[in-house]
Structure formats: C-alpha cells, structure tokens
C-alpha cells in the first residue's frame, strides 16, 4: 500500500472529509486531494504532524506493507528461538540435577543399607558390572543435560554475536 | 543464573563426597569378601564404581563454570 492509499484509508477510519483533515493539518483541501491521488508527496514536516494526526509512526506512512513484515516475522522468530532455548536449558538442568540426585540417593543407600542397593540391582534385568542399569540410566540423564545446557548456551552466545 | 551455578557446584562437591564414600566402602567390601568369603575379582574393581560419579561430577562443574560466566556476562 503506498501513501496515497494509506492517506485515504486513515481519513475513511476517523470518517473525515478532506475539507475537515485540511483544516485539522492546517493545509488545503486541494493538497489533501492531491496527496490521495498520488500527484504529489506531503513534506516531511506535514508527515510528521500527519503521523501524530492519525497516532500511527512515521514508518507505517513511508514503508510499504512488505517491508515491515520481514521484521515482524524475525521477531517472531527470535522470541520462539528464545523460548525454545529457555525451555531446552530448564530441560538440561532437571535432567543433570535429577540424574545426581538419584547418583546421591543410591551411593547412600549402597552404604548404609547395602543389601537394598543389591536389591535395587538384582530388580534390574540388564546388568553392567554386577550393578543395575540404574547407575547408567543416572550417567545418561546427567550427560543428557549437560549437552542440552552447554547447546542452549552456545546458541545464545551467537545470537549475541 | 548465580544461584544455578551454586547449585551446580555444590552438587558436584556432593557427587565427589558420596564417590569418596561409596568407593571406599565397596574396596573395603572386596578385601573381607576376598579374605573371608573367596571373592575371586581383586579389590580395585571397586574403583570401578567411580566412574559414574567422575562423569557426574565433570557435568556438573562443566555446567556450574557455563552459568557462573553467564551470570557475569549478565
């Protein structure tokens, strides 16, 4: 949409003439006619008093409609990316701190009540060096996490960049 | 982040007490199974026990050192 058209659609929303907007932005109706018709271009200081007029930036009147929405679908993006990063990271971090926390929870348990560590053990089918699967399930929570956390924090270093 | 990177750290501190613990304890374990109960696998397996926690605890600080220069750079 190029400023002519978007002249006219703001004077059609407030529902003026252009008798009433020449009188408001203090010019001629003839120079509202033309600059709806195209023939010729406000100024630049009439621009800024058009644009506080209708409430709406300088940008909008100057830029075509396919020039702004790039930038609005990029923040877009940026914000998903954002939140996607966030909820990675919090992902990692609950990964990591539950995998030792479950290492903690069975070295203490292996020390102080050593035959409910066996148990813990014999309950698993899958064996790795006499021990349960329990310790490897613990491993790969940890380093599960730990690579989800240092990605999400690499990725926000380059978007820094 | 300051408060995860403590949080990391002392988990870390923690993984390294408990391997500490859990080791010893197993070593100990072996030498009275290979004395009295004719264990045949020699006591040092025990060692083996410490690799969880060796991984856990290089995560774990790995991930303190990452928040702690995030929350700086903040």
Redesign the interface.
């Known amino acids: 949409m190029e400023l002519s058209e978007k002249l006219y659609t703001l004077r059609r929303k407030k529902g003026l003439s252009q008798e009433q907007l020449a009188q408001s932005l203090g010019v001629s109706r003839q120079a509202i006619s033309k600059w709806e018709s195209g023939q010729s271009l406000p100024e630049s200081s009439t621009l800024v008093v058009i644009s506080e007029y209708f409430n709406v930036s300088l940008d909008y009147l100057l830029k075509s409609k396919e020039s702004l929405e790039p930038k609005v679908q990029n923040t877009n993006d940026v914000k998903i990316e954002k939140s996607k990063d966030k909820s990675k990271t919090l992902l990692g971090v609950v990964l990591s701190v539950l995998g030792s926390a479950c290492l903690i929870i069975w070295g203490l348990i292996s020390i102080l009540n050593h035959e409910a560590a066996n148990r813990l053990s014999d309950s698993s089918t899958i064996h790795i060096d006499g021990n349960g699967i329990f310790l490897f399930f613990c491993v790969v929570a940890i380093i599960a996490g730990a690579i989800l956390i240092l990605k999400s924090v690499k990725n926000n270093q380059g978007d820094l960049k | 982040m300051k408060k995860?990177s403590i949080?990391?750290t002392i988990?870390s501190v923690?993984?390294s007490d408990?391997?500490c613990?859990?080791v010893a304890?197993?070593y100990r374990?072996m030498l009275c199974g290979i004395k009295h109960s004719g264990y045949s696998a020699p006591a040092g397996?025990a060692l083996?026990?410490a690799i969880?926690?060796i991984?856990?605890i290089i995560?774990?600080i790995?991930?303190g050192i990452?928040?702690y220069k995030?929350a700086e750079k903040k």
């Open positions: 995860l949080a990391f988990l923690l993984l408990i391997m613990a859990v304890y197993n374990d397996t083996l026990l969880p926690f991984i856990g995560a774990c790995s991930c990452v928040f995030k």
